[in-house]
């Protein structure tokens, strides 16, 4: 078991670039989460899938941020536009129902936007 | 609505100290929360240091304790006598005792343990 796999593991754009990160969760899971983490704000929620259907997105910023799940291996953070605000490390990690909601963790990507 | 608040950081001990960091929740949507203590310690990615899922139980890893008290809505964290390598981010968090999906992370704690 590779646990969940990140790639890249980090990342620098240019202000206004796009930047696309990506999560291989763990084989038979089958929810997945993305997460912000900030030393200011710390782990923020972004969005979550359960059998590859987006069911919560609520911590997207709306305008820039999209994430899909196009099959069980894979799931992709868009962002459009990159800005400075977004440099930070973002999580994702991968839950089974039968795991009492512990959730295990990819080793992140850094994203700097210069 | 759901929340995890814990103590603000960072929090610096010296060694063979003891600790508590504090946790309380608020899980007005869940009725039988499970709670979890994660840790990321440097250079390593976020992991489970322990989980309760039963009120009124006791969970343990590497000397680290966490009772969940259902009547002060607490599950602290708490250990004897630190050591050096203790030193990371601590993270409560509660989630859902069925359809077990979403999880609400506290902000995290930094602790420093001081040679």
């Known amino acids: 078991n590779a646990g969940v796999i990140q790639t890249p593991r980090h990342k620098v754009t240019g202000k206004g670039q796009e930047a696309t990160l990506w999560c291989e969760p763990i084989?038979?899971?089958?929810?997945v989460f993305w997460y912000r983490q900030t030393i200011v704000q710390g782990l923020e929620f972004l969005t979550y899938f359960r059998n590859q259907a987006p069911i919560d997105d609520s911590g997207m910023p709306k305008e820039r941020f999209s994430a899909q799940m196009p099959n069980q291996s894979h799931s992709t953070l868009k962002i459009q536009s990159t800005q400075p605000q977004d440099s930070a490390v973002y999580l994702c990690?991968?839950?089974?129902?039968?795991?009492?909601?512990?959730?295990?963790f990819g080793p992140g990507t850094r994203l700097t936007v210069l | 609505g759901d929340s995890v608040t814990q103590t603000e950081g960072p929090v610096t001990v010296s060694e063979s100290e003891s600790l508590i960091i504090n946790c309380t929740y608020s899980a007005t949507s869940i009725a039988y929360p499970n709670l979890f203590w994660y840790v990321r310690y440097p250079g390593e990615g976020l992991q489970l240091l322990l989980k309760v899922i039963t009120a009124g139980q006791k969970g343990s890893s590497r000397g680290f304790e966490a009772t969940y008290n259902k009547e002060t809505t607490s599950f602290h964290l708490q250990k004897a006598s630190v050591q050096e390598s203790d030193s990371a981010v601590y993270y409560c968090a509660l989630g859902p005792s069925t359809n077990a999906y979403k999880v609400i992370f506290g902000k995290g704690t930094h602790l420093h343990v001081l040679p």
């Open positions: 084989s038979g899971h089958s929810a």
């Open positions: 990690a991968s839950s089974s129902r039968d795991r009492d909601g512990e959730q295990y």
